[in-house]
Nanobody, 129 residues
Framework: EVQLVESGGGLVQAGGSLRLSCAAS????????MGWFRQLPGKEREGVSSISLSDGSTNYADFVKGRFTISKDNAKNTVYLQMNNLKPEDTAVYYCAARLGYCVGDGCYDSGGKSYDYWGQGTQVTVSS
């Protein structure tokens, strides 16, 4: 059974940082891509970033470029999202997701997440002004 467990959300002031973690189990890590998504209150889910577990290539949505960094630790089957210079508009529930199959670079990115097969439960990030 595939399981994705997010952690690391919380309340932070604008300009602050948080690191989200997504611990994955139940599948061969290298055969997947992983992504971070978020859902703002009253809005549709949107893609934040993706990483190929095959070659480590990454992709970011324009609204987080230069502020967020996605990374992976193969030994721990864990993907991270380092979020710096947070803004109140980053307030959302953040989800990690996994998709089966080979992809690299922006081929792993999916703005709506429809190509992703497995989802975590989400973690709340709140940025105060």
């Amino acid at each position: 059974e595939v399981q994705l467990v997010e952690s690391g959300g919380g309340l932070v002031q604008a300009g602050g940082s948080l690191r989200l973690s997504c611990a994955a189990s139940g599948f061969t890590f290298f055969d997947y891509a992983m992504g971070w998504f978020r859902q703002l209150p009253g809005k549709e889910r949107e893609g934040v970033s993706s990483i190929s577990l095959s070659d480590g290539s990454t992709n970011y949505a324009d609204f987080v470029k230069g502020r967020f960094t996605i990374s992976k630790d193969n030994a721990k089957n864990t993907v991270y999202l380092q979020m710096n210079n947070l803004k109140p508009e980053d307030t959302a529930v953040y989800y990690c997701a996994a998709r089966l199959g080979y992809c690299v670079g922006d081929g792993c990115y999916d703005s709506g997440g429809k190509s992703y097969d497995y989802w975590g439960q989400g973690t709340q990030v709140t940025v105060s002004s």
